[in-house]
């Protein structure tokens, strides 16, 4: 009953603008929102370029908001170890829901992983036990791993934030789940990801 229900105000009100979902030439695609803040972000692909998952499995998607910068577009040039598109939308700005939506269009894996750019990841299996879970359960829809943003652990900010919850700046979902729900709210500025787990766990 949930389902029909929720299908059916999915239809009257279609929530994001994912016209168009790439098919799944990878394992994972690791997504990426920021603005600025680019030694937070060469952290996090320093900590994704010494994954042990094999780099033909992973993709990394960069969308730089405010129609983007010389300095977030040598990020790649940084990383040439890892497989990064970098873009830059003309329009949208500073709303996260569309800025996820934009980024959720261009993913090429089968799992989508939303991280942010102060979140650090210390185990290097990390991306190898995360798809570990969704291979050993072809059900499961969606992972919430543990996550504390880098603020929390080096400057004390954040640390009320619960680990455990979907802002907890590390969510992986199979795509094909959030291109049934229409994906993020293109609306919102802020709490897309509090909004989409509400019609998630429905």
């Not at 952290?43 to 010494?50: E, F, G, V």
Request: glycine residues 8%.
């Amino acid at each position: 009953m949930r389902e029909r229900i929720l299908n059916t105000l999915l239809k009257i009100c279609p929530i994001g603008d994912l016209s168009s979902v790439c098919g799944n030439e990878k394992r994972l695609s690791c997504v990426f929102i920021f603005y600025r803040r680019y030694d937070l972000m060469e952290t996090i692909l320093y900590n994704l370029s010494s994954q042990t998952l094999d780099r033909e499995d992973v993709e990394i998607i960069l969308v730089e908001d405010r129609g983007g910068s010389d300095r977030g577009r040598a990020l790649p040039g940084q990383f040439t170890a890892l497989d990064i598109q970098y873009h830059a939308p003309e329009r949208g700005w500073g709303r996260m829901g569309f800025m996820r939506n934009f980024g959720l269009s261009r993913a090429r894996g089968e799992i989508v992983l939303f991280l942010d750019d102060d979140t650090v990841l210390p185990d290097s299996r990390f991306l190898e036990k995360l798809l570990h879970h969704f291979r050993s359960d072809p059900d499961l829809d969606a992972v919430m791993p543990r996550g504390h943003a880098s603020f929390c652990l080096l400057k004390g900010r954040y640390d009320y934030h619960d680990p455990y919850f979907f802002t907890n700046r590390c969510m992986a979902y199979r795509k094909k789940v959030l291109a049934a729900l229409g994906g993020f709210d293109s609306s919102f500025a802020g709490q897309e990801d509090v909004e989409l787990a509400i019609r998630f766990l429905a």
